[in-house]
């Protein structure tokens, strides 16, 4: 069955409760048990049942149950944001003196997580993942884990997916892709030998901006075995699920980043209609790629679909559309608070992957923090303006950024 199919009737492989097709909402933190015996047996893993609601919920794990589909992984946990699966996924799985290697283009949130983790103790290495032989080079006996993205935000460069894989695979170096600006509609990290696969939930997958949740994926392609930091009691059973076993009992359990019920059931319903979306979000992301490329008042537009981006073959190769995120820098007399100013239909906002197209000024947002020297090494200039394409209608996006662009 193809992915939308296997999506929408994913619900009722749980059996359906009082013959709702939909997966209810369970807002219940705890279970009860006929007698203490069962519950103990549950308690111990010998029987299958639910305990607290910090690790498991029904409507939690119908939602996790449908992104492992999606990915084609083995069991996915699901966390009250991207960047609580993230950040879950390092404490749980690295150790003091660990090293960890990450693109250079990452997420900002992610890069200044990194960074805090490097001030406990893990050591980490920023490199442009866009050439496998950089994160190569930085291979040494303690680093764990490589991380990447497959498109980078805001300048979409595409990571050396491929490459990557093969370094991790060479070095048994476990490989985490955060798949959330191609969703797993798009691509399907386990092609290219990912470990793990992360998803901010919040964006594509969801993607109507109703609630916050993110993933991990456990694909069964890693050799947990072999794995230094897998705790004695987590050493056993089915070594493909280790890994994940581990971060869902010292990380979920212990730290406590779960996803409420109600927001499993936004995303769960959003997620249903991915690839619809993300079929016309790409074709309007394209559209307005090309009509960018040729406008006077822009300087340059970075979309993976236009012929003239480094990795335009990569994305061909790899992805089954170019993304819907491009950004473009306008021409020098141009200021860019006025161009945004003048849009009517695109809303000026934060956040990605959402149906409606959103765009914001990038040097003066989310990577205003970072100082004009890390935004100049990092390509940032300061009328880079980046647009999440949503599902418009095209003439209406088309119109829009061409009435607002033009100088009077
Ligand atoms: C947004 C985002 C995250 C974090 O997700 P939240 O749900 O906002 O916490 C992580 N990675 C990438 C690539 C993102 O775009």
Redesign the pocket.
Known sequence: MGFTTNLVHSDREFGVEHGNLLKPIHPGVTYGYEDAESLARVFQGKEKGYTYGRQVNPTVEALEKKVTGMEDGLASIAFG????A?GTLLFSLLRRGDHLIASQYL?G??ASLFESFGVHGIDVSFVDATNALNVAREVRPETKIVFV?TIA?PRTQIADLEGIGGVCRESGLLYVV?N??TSPYLFQPKQVGAGLV?N????YIGGHGNA???SITEMGQFNWSEYANIYDQYRSGDAAMWGINQIKKKGLRDFGASLSADAAHRLSTGCDTLALRLDRACKNASALASFFNEHASINAVYYPGLPGHPQFERARTHFLHPGAILSFELIDGLDCFEVLNRLQTVVKATH?GDIRTLALPVAHSIFFELGPERRAAMGIKDNLIRVSVGIEDPADLLQDFEQALSRD
Request: charged share 15%; hydrophobic share 40%.
């Open positions: 944001t991207g960047m609580a993230i997420f949130n992610s993205e935000n955060d959330t600006l992360v901010s939930l919040t964006k916050l949740g993110g990605l």
